[in-house]
């Protein structure tokens, strides 16, 4: 199977109140972008951490 796909992610754990959240998107073939998920709290933090750690552990 082919695919050809960019994924976007967003995130934002500036509010004081420890409520982040982390939103997916996907590039449209125009150029736009389009929302697929939005992960907030404990479970935003988590998907951030594994998308940002190397596969040996080490932070990038």
Do not use: H, P, W
Not at 41 to 54: C, F, P, V
Request: aromatic share 4%.
């Amino acid at each position: 199977m082919k695919m050809v796909d960019s994924i976007l992610v967003s995130v934002d754990f500036s509010n004081k109140n420890n409520t982040g959240v982390l939103i997916v998107g996907r590039k449209r073939m125009n150029q736009s972008v389009e929302i697929i998920n939005a992960f907030q709290g404990e479970e935003a933090m988590e998907l951030y951490k594994k998308l940002i750690m190397k596969k040996d552990g080490d932070k990038k």
